[in-house]
Structure formats: C-alpha cells, structure tokens
C-alpha cells in the first residue's frame, strides 16, 4: 500500500503547481502601468478629494506609512479618493512630478493640487490637511 500512495501524492503535487502556476497566472498579474492621462483623469474627481500617495515595494518609509494610508482610506471614504502610485511601475507619472524621494503624498481637489510632502506624516496631521477646506 505504501509503495502506490507515494507515486499519487508526488502526481497530486505536481498538477498543483501546474494549477496555481497555469490557472491562476492571471490573477497573479501586475497591474498595468498608470500613464499620464489616467491619472490626470482620477485627480480631477469632482466628488472627492484625491490623496496621491506615492510609493515603491522596497521603501522601508513607505512601509511605515501604508498602515496611515489604509486607516485613512476606512476613515475617509465617503469624501477621499486615494491613488496608489508605484514609483517604479508607474514610471511616466512619476517622471513627470520629479519624484526622487518617496514616500511623497498630494492632495488634490477638483484636479488642482493643494499639497505636496516628501516623506512620513502622523494621522492626525494628515486628517488635519484633508479636513482643512
């Protein structure tokens, strides 16, 4: 009995990875690059305001920042809209804005910007600036 349990388990594995590899690749997908147009579109919202919030997968700051942005983003949800750009995906918009440092956080309303910061900011600061009308 054991000698034929070895074989089905080593098969059961492999069509497995051959699932999750094959099946499910396109879910696994990036997502594609944002361009210029795209996002000049999302921070014209007439509705909300637009948090641009700037980061990269390796920025150790932008990590200590993520768990601002997402409370923020349960907090302000009726009245923000906030735009995940990946400096190193999202390459154009990032070159047009001259980003060189990161994390880098902009408020727009109506399209228009009303605040830029490089780098970390408290809750409480950053609701402070969303609030300020």
């Known amino acids: 009995m054991k000698k034929h349990f070895l074989p089905i388990f080593l098969i059961l594995i492999i069509i497995g990875i ?19 147009e795209e996002f000049n579109k999302a921070v014209a919202n007439k509705d909300k ?54 994390p880098v956080l902009m408020l727009y309303r109506n399209g228009i910007r009303e605040w830029t910061l490089v780098g970390l900011i408290e809750k409480d600061k950053l609701k402070n600036k969303i609030d300020t009308d």
Do not use: H
């Not at 051959?18 to 210029?36: H, R, V």
């Open 49 to 102: 305001k637009v948090l641009v919030y700037f980061n990269a997968s390796w920025c150790t700051v932008c990590a200590k920042m993520k768990p601002v942005i997402e409370q923020i983003e349960t907090e302000y949800k009726t009245k923000l809209q906030i735009l995940r750009i990946d400096a190193d995906r999202d390459k154009e918009v990032a070159k047009e804005f001259e980003v060189d440092a990161l």
């Open 18 to 36: 051959c699932l999750f590899t094959f099946g499910f690749k396109e879910n696994l997908q990036e997502p594609k690059p944002m361009s210029l």
